[in-house]
């Protein structure tokens, strides 16, 4: 990494990703602190489960994108032939995928069981 732009592309690609990692760990934190709030079925849960599970899919369908200008990037000052662009998917990619639409898809059963409770609260 000789170049300053080289730098500049590496450090925005690698920051982008960690953006979206400290967001979503921020979000289940939140989650997290609603589940202790002594009500383990709150609107306010679910809401920061579905945010958590929506920032880390698109975090890593974004990584998967990003890999293209990060590769370029480093690569960029070899001579010609010697320059690549990468794009992989990997296992890990699906699992991550699949992880957020598990979060996303228990954040509406936490949202479906707080209305339930509310309703069965609203009745007694």
């Known amino acids: 990494l000789n170049d300053a732009f080289q730098l500049m592309i590496v450090g925005l690609t690698i920051a982008v990703q960690l953006g979206f ?16 709030e002594g009500e383990p079925l709150n609107p306010k849960a679910a809401r920061n489960l579905r ?12 990584s998967v994108i990003l890999q293209a200008p990060f590769s370029y990037a480093v690569t960029m000052a070899n001579g010609p032939g010697e320059r690549a662009i990468i794009v992989s998917l990997s296992s ?3 699992v991550s995928v699949f992880a957020a639409a598990a ?7 936490v949202a479906m ?8 609260r609203q009745i007694i």
């Not at 990692?21 to 202790?36: E, H, I, Y």
């Not at 945010?51 to 974004?62: E, K, P, Q, R």
């Not at 069981?113 to 069965?120: L, S």
């Open 21 to 36: 990692l400290v967001v979503a760990l921020l979000q289940l934190a939140r989650a997290f602190d609603g589940f202790s």
């Open 51 to 62: 945010s958590a599970g929506w920032v880390f899919g698109v975090g890593t369908v974004l």
């Open 92 to 94: 890990s990619h699906v």
């Open 103 to 109: 979060l996303i898809a228990i954040s509406h059963i």
């Open 113 to 120: 069981a707080a209305e339930v409770r509310e309703d069965h």
